[in-house]
C-alpha cells in the first residue's frame, strides 16, 4: 500500500474523531467540532504548500497556484459536514484525497498550467437547518438569502451562527466565483451504492446526478370507532395510503433505473382502537433521466385518483421539491475513464441517485465526479467503509486525471 493512500486513512481516522457529539460522529454546519475541523484541514493544506482561506459561509479553500497568477482554477473537494451519527468517509474523502493529489505535485515540484483548490464545503447534508448545500450555493451564487433567517433547533439564526464561525453574511453574494476562472469541478465520493462491488472494481465515473421529486400526501377518510363500524362503511385513511405504498414499490420495481420510496408515515389519530382518520406520506422518486422520473410520477398520481374513488377517502399531494437530473460534463468524464482504465479492467458508469455538492457546481462550471467502492452500499451510517487500497487506485486515478487535464489544456 502506499504511503499516501495509508496518510489519507489516517486523516479520514483522525477527522472522524472530530464531532459534536460523544461517542458518535456528528460534525454540523458552523459547529465548534466544524470549525477544529476546518482548522486541522488548512493546517495539512498548509503543509502540502497551498494558501488556505475561509469565504464568507465557512467553505475552506486551499489554493495551489498554477504556473501564471493568471491561470484558471481546477476545483476538487466535496464536504465536511456530515449527518447525524455518521460514517467517517461520505464527504471527508472527497476533500483529504484532493489534498493528497496537491501533495503528489509538490512532492514532484510540478506546477499546472492551472491552479488547483482544494475546498471543504461547510455544509452539505443540512442537519442543521434543513437546507441542504449551503456551502456550494454560495460558490455558485445561488444561495438564498432567506435562508440566513432560518433557525436551528436551538433558536440560533443562520445569520448568527455564520458570523459566531467566522463569517460574514453580508458578504455572501460576493463570495461568488467567477465561472470564467473555473475550468472545472472533480469530486470524489463514496458509492453510497452495492453496484461497484458487485462488479468487484475500485472506482466508476459518475455520468448524471438523478433529478428528484418529492412530494407529501394526506390522505383523508374517518375516524372511527373500531369495533362498532362495520366494514363495509370505513373510510380508512391508512388502509388506503397502505394500498398506495404498495402501488409505488411496484411501479418502481417494473421501471429500470427508477427509485421510489415512501419513508416518511404520520398516522391520525393513531389509536389501536379508531380507525384511521388521516395520513400524511412522504413520496420521493429519483431516476436519472426527468422524462422517467415524470412519468412515474404522473402514474402515482393516476393510482392516487384510483384510490381516492374507490375507497372514498381525499387524497391531497404537494410538491415539496423537485430537483432536475445534473450531467456531469462529457469531456471531463471521458478524461476520467481514461484514468480509471489505466488501474482496472473497467471503468463503469453509473448513475448517482444521491444528490452531491457537484449537482450545484453544475451551474457554473462542467463539473465530473468519481465514485469508490464502499462496503455493502452502506452510509450514512457508522459501518461506512471504504477499503485503502481502493482510496489508492482512486488517488492514482485522480493523479493521472490531472496529468492528463493539464496535458489537454496546455
Ligand atoms: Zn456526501
Redesign the pocket.
Known sequence: MSDAAKKIMQRINALAKISDEQRQLTRTFASPAMRRANDTVASWMRDAGMTTRADAIGNLIGRYEGTSPNAKTLILG??LDTVRNAGKF??PL?VILALACVEELQRTKCRLPFAIEAVGFCD??GVRYQSTYLGSRVLAGCFEATDLLRKDASGVTMADAIKAFGGAPQKIPSAKLNPKKVLAYVEV??E?GPVLEEKNLAVGVVTTIAGQSRIKLTFTGKAGHAGTTPMSLRQDALCAAAEFILAVERYGKEMAGLVATVGQIQNTPNASNVIPGEVSISLDVRHQRDAVRRAAVKQFQAVRNDIEKERRVKIASQVIQETDSVPCSLAISNLLQSSALKKQRSAPQLSSG?G??AAVMAQITPVGMLFVRCKGGVSHHPDESVQTSDVQVALEVMNDFIDSLAKHHG
Open positions: 466535496s464536504h461520505d464527504g472527497g452539505e447534508e465520493h463514496i453510497q444521491a452531491h455538492d
